[in-house]
């Protein structure tokens, strides 16, 4: 049975920091391409940062620079470190796992930024 947790979301202040972290069993984690993406009430689900099963790393402009995406191929686990968060970065953040035809969700971690 695959199975992505999702943990580390929770409420922090403009400027704060937090580290998602998505873990993965179930499946070769290290041949499958990882994305993290948001999804804001009322909006529709956006990526944001991706790392392929060789390491290369693309994030959406908005998290440019403050955003940067890991993967532990040993713990089967995949990071999203978010760094001078903005009240804007307000969503529910789920992990994917994709080898061509074979696609996984987590549950999704709420992040809220507010003061």
Do not use: H
Not at 18 to 36: D, H, K, N, Q, T
Not at 54 to 60: E, K, L, N, Q
Not at 76 to 88: A, G, H, I, R
């Amino acid at each position: 049975q695959v199975q992505l947790v999702e943990s580390g979301g929770g409420l922090v202040q403009p400027g704060g920091s937090l580290r998602l972290s998505c873990a993965a069993a179930g499946i070769a984690f290290s041949i499958y391409g990882m994305r993290w993406y948001r999804q804001a009430p009322g909006k529709q689900r956006d990526l944001v940062a991706t790392i392929t099963s060789g390491g290369t790393t693309t994030y959406a402009d908005s998290v440019k620079g403050r955003f940067t995406v890991s993967r532990d191929n040993a713990k089967n686990t995949v990071y999203l470190q978010m760094n001078s968060l903005k009240p804007e970065d307000t969503a529910v953040y789920y992990c994917n796992a994709k080898y061509f035809g074979s696609d996984f969700w987590g549950q999704g971690t709420q992040v809220t930024v507010s003061s």
